[in-house]
């Protein structure tokens, strides 16, 4: 059992690590196939031609395709991600520091949409109340709301009412901008197996031997409803991940999403 399971978990791990290189080289050749470089800003400017080829040569852009193919899979087998052509330091530092903020944001977003989870068992626990009705519209609407749009929201509000700080570098606004569709979808994840959870046998058997309904509720519902959620965790850390490309950008949050804008607008091709 042991063997078998080892070999199922390399053979994922050696599928994924294919997977991300294919992923990563294909990236690698359609920038390089796309017209312009990282010298593209100094020909507009009517920099000279020989600072021009300067640049070129020592970012290695005037070597053919293949080659840099080959130098930067070699340098990432030694986790050497290049450097930068924009900052001038190593990618592999850069990355780094961004990502942590990017998690410490995604993980402040993660604990302020945890509202979701009980909220969720409070309108499945009782789907035709008034609370579950306007909850589940408002989730919806929240879910479907694209993250562009909730954070422009958000901004408008904070910059009409003062209550939330506009400037760039404060956590509150890009959390809340991440935090509140996911917790409308969490809400939405629990809701419906919560209502299917107070209908099970066991709950009707729980509740006719006197078990208080609170109880039944919070634990026996929460639990068997909290498992739609576990399914996901990995889509909802990627969603938090993904949808903080708009939120960063818009928000001037120095992370990966905004990090990525950056690469892509002056061609950081590393």
């Not at 070597?63 to 193919?69: F, G, K």
């Amino acid at each position: 059992m042991r063997s078998s399971l080892a070999r199922f978990v390399l053979a994922r791990l050696g599928a994924a690590s294919l997977f991300i290189l294919v992923v990563a080289a294909s990236a690698f050749l359609l920038v390089r196939f796309a017209p312009g470089d990282a010298t593209s800003d100094l020909f507009m400017h009517r920099v000279d031609q020989k600072a021009i080829d300067a640049s070129r040569q020592r970012l290695g852009l005037d070597e053919p395709v293949t080659a840099q193919l080959a130098r930067w899979a070699g340098g990432l087998v030694r986790f050497d991600l290049g450097q930068s052509s924009r900052y001038g330091i190593p990618v592999a530092g850069l990355v780094a520091n961004r990502l942590v903020n990017t998690a410490s944001l995604a993980a402040l977003a993660l604990l302020m949409a945890a509202v979701g989870i009980p909220l969720g068992i409070l309108t499945g626990s009782r789907p035709r109340s008034l609370l579950a009705r306007v909850v589940s519209v408002v989730s919806v609407a929240l879910v479907c709301c694209p993250p562009v749009v909730g954070t422009l929201a958000l901004l408008f509000f904070g910059a009409a009412t003062g209550w939330l700080s506009v400037a760039p570098g404060h956590v509150l606004l890009p959390a809340l901008a991440l935090a509140v569709p996911l917790a409308a979808m969490l809400e939405r994840l629990q809701s419906q197996p919560a209502t299917e959870g107070m209908r099970a046998p066991d709950i009707a058997a729980a509740a006719a031997r006197g078990i208080p309904t609170a109880r039944l509720v919070w634990l026996h519902a929460g639990r068997h409803a909290l498992r739609s959620v576990l399914g996901v965790a990995g889509i909802i850390i990627a969603t938090l991940f993904s949808g903080s490309i708009a939120v960063e950008t818009m928000t001037s949050w120095r992370g990966l999403g905004r990090l990525m804008l950056e690469a892509l607008t002056s061609r950081d091709l590393y």
